[in-house]
């Protein structure tokens, strides 16, 4: 195994925190690739169960890689795609890129979402044209029934097939939710939603495509 780092400035720190947080060598080959070397490490949340998330969502005989893609130059793009959100949108965004005979077969993304108890970790696997596969809550405080329905298979499995240009409403594209558990639900859809248009940025960003709406 081996791991394959562009390093330069203060990239060496977010290498670090990469290993320390999951984000790094394990029993499944990775690479990390890191494509602008100012680049600062935000908070990253860790991705815990690469190997049962791998085998959920893309079935056997995969690997990953780890990419860091540098969002600044499209951050204006997605604040106004994202709309308001209660946390600060990250000038990164970590992607698991999987792989299977050496082809892409799609990718995995993580996010911290504000719950009523806490930070909700959600783990998001999309195809290779963006489009999600599925959803898991990785972390959870949450109690009573807002804890039950976000981690519902009627929950989780209504985020399939969406993509970025998705409103990701509860009671519209997503299931209606009682009052009590809708705060904690609103909160994952949309930091599910902002994961897919950070990707849908990025993606756009790199190959010139930047430009218009969503």
């Given at each position: 195994m081996r791991i394959y780092l562009w390093l330069g400035g203060g990239v060496l720190a977010a290498a670090a925190v990469l290993l320390k947080l999951g984000w790094g060598p394990g029993s499944i080959p990775?690479?990390?690739?890191?494509?602008?070397?100012?680049?600062?490490?935000?908070?990253?949340?860790?991705?815990?169960?690469?190997?049962?998330?791998?085998?959920?969502?893309?079935?056997?005989?995969?690997?990953?890689?780890?990419?860091?893609?540098?969002?600044?130059r499209a951050r204006a793009w997605i604040v106004k795609a994202v709309g308001p959100t209660p946390e600060p949108?990250?000038?990164?965004?970590?992607?698991?890129?999987?792989?299977r005979s050496g082809r892409v077969v799609g990718s995995i993304l993580t996010g911290r979402a504000p719950g009523q108890f806490g930070v909700i970790e959600v783990v998001v696997a999309v195809d290779p044209g963006r489009r999600i596969i599925g959803v898991r809550i990785q972390r959870s405080r949450e109690i009573g029934a807002a804890g039950r329905f976000i981690a519902s298979?009627?929950?989780?499995?209504?985020?399939?097939?969406?993509?970025?240009?998705?409103?990701?409403?509860?009671?519209?594209?997503?299931?209606?939710?009682?009052?009590?558990?809708?705060?904690?639900?609103?909160?994952?859809?949309?930091?599910?939603?902002?994961?897919?248009?950070?990707?849908?940025?990025?993606?756009?960003?790199?190959?010139?495509?930047?430009?218009?709406?969503?």
């Open positions: 990775h690479v990390a690739t890191w494509h602008n070397s100012a680049a600062e490490a935000p908070s990253i949340c860790p991705w815990r169960d690469p190997r049962n998330d791998l085998a959920r969502f893309f079935g056997p005989s995969v690997s990953y890689s780890t990419e860091i893609l540098v969002l600044s949108l990250a000038n990164v965004l970590y992607v698991g890129r999987v792989f298979e009627r929950w989780l499995r209504a985020f399939r097939g969406k993509s970025a240009r998705d409103a990701f409403r509860p009671g519209e594209d997503l299931p209606a939710v009682a009052p009590d558990v809708r705060p904690t639900a609103q909160a994952v859809a949309q930091e599910v939603r902002a994961l897919v248009i950070e990707l849908e940025a990025a993606s756009r960003f790199h190959t010139g495509q930047l430009r218009g709406g969503v």
